[in-house]
């Protein structure tokens, strides 16, 4: 764990693995693992007043608007100064990282370039439990008990635009709003990106940018890792 402040974001289409990449720095790095679906599922359940904006607009499958995103998220990040972190889910928009960086300052920036007949695959096969958000792949990451989650044991789903025909003009409008945010974290020199099919073949190369890059946050000079594509 650093002594100072480490925050990553991670970015990628849906299904790109950007929350099992995550769960996977947090744990192994002993950050805290921030995904800004939970951060909304919280707020619905509370009934605050932008969950229940938020709630609108995750009903009609639309992204909720910035605005309220930001007033979501930003609060809460001001308020963890001495959590180093990674962020998953936000931003997905210019509007918000350009609202993230007027809030904190990132050491690394993963972006996750699957295959689009990857992402279909893996997305055919995920199912959720709604209530907590929890993820699970039929192959990858199956329940211990076929079409229940693990601690609830209540029946998982599948969500509609995680079909095939949805996930296509999911793609394509990911790409419109992400290609300004990466273009700005490349312009500041902190975009790392990785391609592959697999998750577990990606990691490796996640994990050691991340090791030579947490001695530097403390303090140490390090050398980047050869597998890492400064981009
Ligand atoms: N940064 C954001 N901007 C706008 N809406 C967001 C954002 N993060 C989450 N949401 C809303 O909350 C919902 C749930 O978030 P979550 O990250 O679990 O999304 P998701 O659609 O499953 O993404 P992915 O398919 O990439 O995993 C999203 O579908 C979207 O409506
Ligand atoms: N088969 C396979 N499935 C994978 C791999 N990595 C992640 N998955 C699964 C887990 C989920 O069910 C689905 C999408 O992963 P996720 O971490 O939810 O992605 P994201 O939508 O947060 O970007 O794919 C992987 O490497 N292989």
Redesign the pocket.
Known sequence: MANRIFRAV?L????????????RIAQSFGLQHL?S?DFVRENISASTEAGILAKTYIDKDLLVPDCVMTCLLLPRLEQMTRHSWVL??FPRTLAQATALNDTCSLDVVIS?NIPLE??K???R????HPASGR???????PPQVHGMDDISREPLVQRDEDKPEALVARLRHYKDIAKPVIDLYRSKGILHSFS???????WPYINSLITGKIPEVQGASQTLPLHSQEQ
Do not use: C, Q
């Open positions: 991670v990628g289409p849906p299904g790109s693995g950007k929350g099992t990449i995550s769960a995904s679906g998953d889910g996750l990857t992402l695959e893996r997305l096969h995920r199912w959720i993820v699970y792949n039929m192959e990858f990451n592959g099919t697999e998750t577990n073949k990606i």
